[in-house]
């Protein structure tokens, strides 16, 4: 593991197509750390990424990057069904700390490799929940308990635009995603256990392929992703949440919106989605927070605007790099993971439940 107080932490990057671009440009906004190496087989991603960090070696095989001795860290932005393998040669090769991506696994037959993961992984694994640090919902988060006086019903709703185009069209298909309810949604239900504070017992989901990719075909096969979906979680401490999905809902004002409620008040905040998006003839909503007390008190509005150069840097409203300087502290030995292997497993759980009962149209126990 890195020693405390070395001057610059060095990455090794494993896939450097959208996501792991927008790290680059994140992790250049903090002065102690760098891209040392990045592994990345497809040419037009691995000259994008040399433009943004021209210094950074090219490794031609994932076992060569692992290799290279001045690495201090791993980061994993591969496509989502090359995680847990891909966690499994760390540890079996090179156990240094590492950042993975969402969702931590994909097929249900990876479960154990995860928890055997969790046991044998000899330095911390830290999951990327980004949404965790977008600063409204980090408000919300911290706020939640004391305004709702112990939320009862927590509710996400996030309308957005369609799944972008990615490096052999992965994204287009379940084999490779998890699903729409694991690829997209394990963000959700990763805040939903973290929020209520609280672990899911039953998950009722009606799901669906309304509009998006409908007329998509890859090899002649068709995209089986969903684009919207209503999912229901009921929590052990009788608490219930409820997540909303479109993905066809371009220019909607804000993209995330959640709302938690209790017997004292109600809280709830609003994300606008990435600039880069939002039509350019409108200005951009601030991201807020809101706390309406249960009592006949005036509603408190509280504005969080995120400096601009995080805005610009990625599509997460700076989350990206809040975690990043998070993780640094890990790297660094000071700290523990803040989101672990066993926080992403359980998301996937959830997600992958939420897929199965959106197949069935049954209640999937967990």
């Known amino acids: 593991m890195m020693a405390k107080g070395l001057d610059m932490c060095r990455y090794g990057l494993i896939g450097a197509g959208m996501m792991g671009q927008e790290h680059i440009r994140n992790i250049a906004l903090i002065e102690q750390a760098d891209i040392a190496a990045i592994f990345e087989p497809d040419k037009s991603m691995q000259l994008a990424a040399s433009a943004l960090v021209p210094n950074a070696r090219l490794a031609k095989t994932f076992e060569d990057l ?3 001795p001045d690495l201090d860290c791993l980061l994993i932005a591969s496509p989502n069904h090359l995680h847990a393998r891909q966690l499994s040669q760390i540890a079996a090769t090179r156990p240094l700390p590492v950042l993975v991506e969402k969702p931590l696994y994909t097929d249900p037959a990876d479960a154990a490799l995860i928890e055997s993961l969790g046991q044998d992984f000899s330095a ?3 999951v990327a929940m980004e949404y965790r640090y977008m600063p409204p919902i980090a408000r919300l988060i911290a706020e939640a308990e004391a305004a709702t006086g112990g939320i009862k019903m927590l509710t996400i709703r996030e309308h957005r635009y369609p799944f972008l185009e990615k ?3 992965w994204n287009r298909f379940n084999r490779y995603t998890g699903g729409t309810l694991v690829e997209k949604c394990c963000h959700f239900f990763d805040l939903m256990r973290l929020i209520l ?5 039953q998950v009722m989901a009606s799901a669906g392929q309304a509009v998006n990719h409908l007329d998509e075909r890859y090899a002649g096969e068709a995209p089986d992703i969903l684009d919207n979906a209503y999912v229901i979680v009921d929590f052990a401490g009788g608490a219930r ?8 809902a371009e220019g ?11 017997p004292a008040g109600k809280i709830e905040c609003f994300v606008p989605g ?11 909503p601030p991201p807020h927070l809101v706390i309406s007390p249960r009592e006949p008190k005036a509603p408190r509005a509280i504005d969080l605007p995120v400096d601009p150069a995080l805005l610009a840097a990625g599509d997460h409203n700076g989350a990206t790099f809040y975690q990043h300087q998070r993780f640094q502290e890990v790297v660094r030995g000071g700290a523990p993971p803040e989101v672990t292997l066993q926080d992403g ?22």
Not at 252 to 262: C, K, L, N, P, T
Request: glycine share 6%; charged share 20%; proline share 8%.
């Open 345 to 366: 497993a359980a998301a996937v759980a959830m997600g992958l439940a939420a897929q199965e009962s959106a197949r069935t149209g049954q209640t999937v126990m967990l």
């Open 66 to 68: 692992l290799a290279i």
């Open 252 to 262: 909607s004002r804000y993209q995330e919106e959640i709302a938690a409620v209790g």
């Open 124 to 126: 911390p694994i830290w």
């Open 197 to 201: 504070r609280d672990e899911p017992v």
């Open 241 to 248: 949440a409820m997540l909303e999905l479109c993905m066809f």
């Open 167 to 169: 490096v052999g069209d």
């Open 274 to 284: 990435p600039a880069r998006f939002w039509p350019k003839n409108q200005p951009e």
